[in-house]
């Protein structure tokens, strides 16, 4: 039976049999038992499914994880202990040292670091563009070592949104997959797989858990990305795993290896994993997803339009506002909203900026967004500020810039929140 999102956000990943919980249950074990050493080797020689030990599988987590994949349209999915750690293995699962990955400038600050510092000190190079390069200048990105493009749906400050087809058709003219950080859109207002993509990630730290209780990550793979026919580029998928007793991923797990092998190499050796007490959190702000990204849009939107008619601010970005240069774009990807996250500048810049921010009462100051409480943050003094004047406006963050991130409140309340601090400021 077709189900549709709403559907799949109440009762995806998990269908309990007769006399079973009704809740996905937590399964708080470390380990599993077995009656003979044979069954267990047959595990570890990925022979037969099952859990062994929860540093790479658990059964809550991987209930969550598919609940997610239906959401997306993947074949499967896992849940990292973080966004951080899913966009890392989404990448490092197919780029090694001396690699090269393309990447939009405007991704969150923490994907830049990794990227640009961390990953860059493991042999790994990334070039950085703007995600309005045209289809020539993406193009001109690629090296014969280019393994991967990488974007956000709709980018987290900077609110440009990714024009996935676009990037899409020209990764896969390389020979190369598109890797989509979903997290602004959720899989609510955007399925970046419909679009061409063939790997999704998220950081469910934010709308889908959507409380801030629990800090963590997903990845979704498509199963669409032919790693056979580009059998030379990946050889990690395409050529025996000696650490598995020389299994190939592509061809034993098909439309699954992907997320086989980030599981059994990347998860074994780093051990990035989610807490089963933590994926439960999850899944209880999955079943009430769809609902709650829609009311987080329509608050958006109308302080976005407050915003943009009061004389006391220099400028407003929000995608789903008419006349918004990405405006264009989120009709094409996001029709029925975007996400409750707007950025905006304070006339007076960067010190009025601050000084609007310690006046909100009920929009509290945090390194957070995506929460049903409404919150702000100034990049460029927090999460940014390790970066250069250059490297912020790359980065599509100007100095002045306040990103609030609209809760779940009533907007007229939020509204006046806003209105209050602004009047206090101009005094
Ligand atoms: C927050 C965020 C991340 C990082 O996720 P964490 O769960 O904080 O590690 C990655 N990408 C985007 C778009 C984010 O907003």
């Not at 009762?11 to 919980?21: D, L, V």
């Not at 993509?197 to 409380?211: E, F, L, N, Q, W």
């Not at 650490?243 to 034993?252: L, P, R």
């Not at 915003?307 to 990807?333: F, H």
Request: some cysteine.
């Amino acid at each position: 039976m077709k189900k549709r999102i709403e559907t799949i956000c109440v009762q995806g990943g998990y269908t309990p049999k007769n006399g079973e919980p009704r809740q996905v249950p937590i399964i708080q074990s470390t380990t599993f038992k077995y009656d003979t050493s044979a069954d267990m080797a047959k595990l570890f020689d990925l022979e037969a499914e099952g859990y062994f030990y929860t540093r790479l599988q658990n059964p809550t987590n991987d209930m969550v994880a598919a609940k997610l994949a239906e959401l997306e349209g993947g074949t499967s999915g896992m849940l990292t202990s973080s966004g951080q750690a899913a966009n890392f293995f989404a990448v490092f699962n197919i780029a090694n040292c001396g690699d090269h990955v393309i990447s939009t400038s405007t991704i969150y600050g923490g994907t830049f670091n990794l990227f640009s510092v961390t990953m860059k000190k493991m042999g790994i190079d990334f070039t950085f563009i703007s995600p309005n390069s045209t289809e020539e200048e993406i193009e001109a990105a690629f090296r014969p070592n280019t393994k991967a493009v990488f974007g956000e749906t709709i980018a987290n400050p900077a609110l440009t949104m990714f024009d996935i087809e676009l990037f899409a058709k020209v990764a896969h003219k390389h020979g190369v997959p598109l890797i989509v950080d979903n997290t602004f859109a959720t899989p609510i207002n955007c399925r970046p797989i419909e679009w061409g993509a063939d790997i999704v990630t998220h950081s469910t730290t934010k709308y889908i858990d959507g409380h801030g209780t629990s800090v963590g990550g997903a990845i979704i793979d498509s199963g669409n990305f032919d790693w056979m026919k580009y059998a030379d580029k990946y050889p990690g998928l395409t050529t025996p795993d000696e650490s598995y007793h020389g299994i190939t991923y592509a061809t034993k797990f098909g439309n699954k290896a992907f997320i086989t092998k980030a599981t059994s190499q990347l998860m074994r050796d780093f051990g990035s994993i989610q807490s089963p007490q933590n994926a439960f959190y999850v899944n209880l702000g999955l079943e009430s997803l769809h609902v709650r990204v829609a009311r987080h849009c329509e608050n958006g939107l109308k302080v976005a339009t407050f915003l943009k008619n009061d004389p006391r601010i220099s400028w407003v970005t929000y995608p789903g506002l008419e006349g918004d240069k990405n405006y264009g774009l989120a009709q094409k990807y996001c029709p029925n909203g975007t996400c409750g996250v707007v950025s905006f500048g304070v006339k007076g810049g960067r010190a009025a900026a601050e000084a609007f921010m310690k006046e909100l009462k009920l929009v509290a100051i945090e390194t957070h967004v995506a929460d049903a409480k409404s919150c702000c943050l100034h990049p460029a003094s927090a999460t940014h500020r390790q970066m250069s004047d250059e490297e912020l406006y790359a980065a599509g963050v100007s100095p002045d810039l306040v990103r609030l991130s609209c809760g779940l409140e009533n907007a007229d309340d939020l509204i006046a929140d806003i209105d209050n601090a602004l009047t206090i400021i101009n005094k």
